[in-house]
Antibody, heavy 126, light 108 residues
Framework: QVQLQESGPGLVKPSETLSLTCEVSGYYISRGYYWGWIRQPPGKGLEWIGSIDQSGSTYYNPSLKSRVTISIDTSKNKFSLRLSSVTAADTAVYYC???????????????????WGQGTLVTVSS | EIVLTQSPGTLSLSPGERATLSCRASQSVSSSYLAWYQQKPGQAPRLLIYGASSRATGIPDRFSGSGSGTDFTLTISRLEPEDFAVYYCQQYGSSPSTFGQGTKLEIK
């Protein structure tokens, strides 16, 4: 079955760039679906960050768009997140997940998230 | 963006009881594009329901979803010990996709 695994530094300094990778197993990401990032600050709710498909087409949450870059490497079956100029407010568990989508009359709709990776805690602190 | 408000914040029930969780949207969710997730401590969320009422693969039939427009409900017909967790709703009919703040279902 499809499995996702996040990896990257657990500690990032303020003003620096957070970089995470999600490795996918059990499914070739070149075959389709969108692949997304979601985060959850400690003790709080969930926030969608952005998503990418196998062609590199991306969608970002407007609240983070100016600082986010998501990329994909289909040859290595992984996709990545970069979040620049981080502050303590970016401290969170970061999850990657797969999500289906549809395209109707040229409009792409991204659906639910399933499955999810186990998540990785990133702390922003000096 | 659409704001989802879940109620109650905490629900205290006993195993065997029925649980009813609410998710209300600040504006209509198109095509009933609403999902429910279960999250246990230290774990990632797990998809339960999509399209407001369709159960995800492997989800027991004691979980059911209903609703449309701005009001949605997750019902657990008879609580099992493993059902005590935090539940989130997500709307994906309008970008950006947003989540509710969660309902904690705790053992009474």
């Amino acid at each position: 079955q499809v499995q996702l695994q996040e990896s990257g530094p657990g500690l990032v300094k303020p003003s620096e760039t957070l970089s995470l990778t999600c490795e996918v197993s059990g499914y070739y990401i070149s075959r389709g679906y969108y692949w997304g990032w979601i985060r959850q600050p400690p003790g709080k709710g969930l926030e969608w960050i952005g998503s990418i498909d196998q062609s590199g087409s991306t969608y970002y949450n407007p609240s983070l768009k100016s600082r986010v870059t998501i990329s994909i490497d289909t040859s290595k079956n992984k996709f990545s997140l970069r979040l620049s100029s981080v502050t303590a407010a970016d401290t969170a568990v970061y999850y990657c997940a797969r999500h289906p989508h549809s395209i109707l009359r040229g409009v792409t709709t991204l659906y639910w998230f399933d499955p999810w990776g186990q998540g990785t805690l990133v702390t922003v602190s000096s | 963006e659409i704001v989802l408000t879940q109620s109650p914040g905490t629900l205290s029930l006993s195993p065997g009881e029925r649980a009813t969780l609410s998710c209300r949207a600040s504006q209509s969710v198109s095509s009933s594009y609403l999902a429910w997730y279960q999250q246990k401590p230290g774990q990632a969320p797990r998809l339960l329901i999509y399209g407001a009422s369709s159960r995800a693969t492997g989800i027991p039939d004691r979980f059911s979803g209903s609703g449309s427009g701005t009001d949605f409900t997750l019902t657990i017909s008879r609580l099992e010990p493993e059902d005590f967790a935090v539940y989130y709703c997500q709307q994906y009919g309008s970008s950006p996709s947003t989540f509710g703040q969660g309902t904690k279902l705790e053992i009474k």
